[in-house]
């Protein structure tokens, strides 16, 4: 089945740090780009940072640059958002996205289920 | 950044009805880089249409879309009790790929 399944997130006070990864089955994972989408509660989609099939291409969104790092496992078919330095408003669904072409491109054909990051004291 | 305007931001509607959803840039994109994404309350959004008209596998055939330039449509021809959900526009021409801000579609 393809599936992309996001590790827990968690509550995390403002200035902390939490990493996010996401395991890819049922595809070709160092084919495919990939990013990483929030929606904070009862907001729309924010599009955070994408990573090319190879790895050696990444983009942020300006609200988390410098701060999140995007990487890629593709010997286990594994996702990571390493995220510094956290603030309140980066509470949100984090989800992690499949994108359909490998240098990237931003169509996102396949979604996890999301995972809550809560940032408060 | 290329902003993305939808409207309206909510439709109320009934079973049955054609709906449409439009979806302004802030600046022209050419139409391969134009997507709408379906999401149900407590969902991940779903891959609906692509490259502005072209359905994503799976999709029924009831949905449609078209544009270019900077104005985009989404249409649903006969609404589902399953069409009930809120829908992105979303480009993907340049990053930051960016997002409308949703349209809600619920029940008259």
């Known amino acids: 089945e393809v599936q992309l399944l996001e590790s827990a997130g968690g509550l995390v006070q403002p200035g902390g740090s939490l990493r996010l990864s996401c395991a890819a089955s049922?595809?070709?994972?160092?084919?495919?780009?990939m990013s990483w989408v929030r929606q904070a509660p009862g907001k729309g989609l924010e599009w955070v940072s994408m990573?090319?099939?190879?790895?050696?291409?990444?983009h942020y969104a300006d609200s988390v640059k410098g701060r999140f790092t995007i990487s890629r496992d593709n010997s286990e078919n594994t996702l990571y958002l390493q995220m510094n330095s956290l603030r309140v408003e980066d509470t949100a669904v984090y989800y992690c996205?499949?994108?359909?072409?490998?240098?990237?491109?931003?169509?996102?054909?396949?979604w996890g289920q999301g995972t809550l990051v809560s940032v408060s004291s | 950044d290329i902003q993305m305007t939808q409207s309206p931001s909510s439709l109320p509607a009934s079973v049955g009805d054609r709906v449409t959803i439009t979806c302004r840039a802030s600046q022209t994109i050419l139409s391969n880089y134009l997507n709408w994404y379906q999401q149900k309350p407590g969902k991940a959004p779903k891959l609906l249409i692509y490259a502005a008209s072209v359905l994503q596998s799976g999709v029924p055939s009831r949905f449609s879309g078209s544009g270019s330039g900077t104005d985009f449509t989404l249409t649903i021809s006969s609404l589902q009790s399953e069409d009930f959900a809120t829908y992105y526009c979303q480009q993907s021409y340049t990053t930051p790929y960016t997002f409308g801000q949703g349209t809600k579609l619920d029940i008259k």
């Open positions: 990573i090319s099939g190879t790895g050696d291409t990444t």
């Open positions: 049922g595809f070709t994972f160092s084919r495919n780009a």
């Open positions: 996205v499949k994108d359909r072409y490998g240098v990237g491109g931003g169509l996102f054909d396949l």
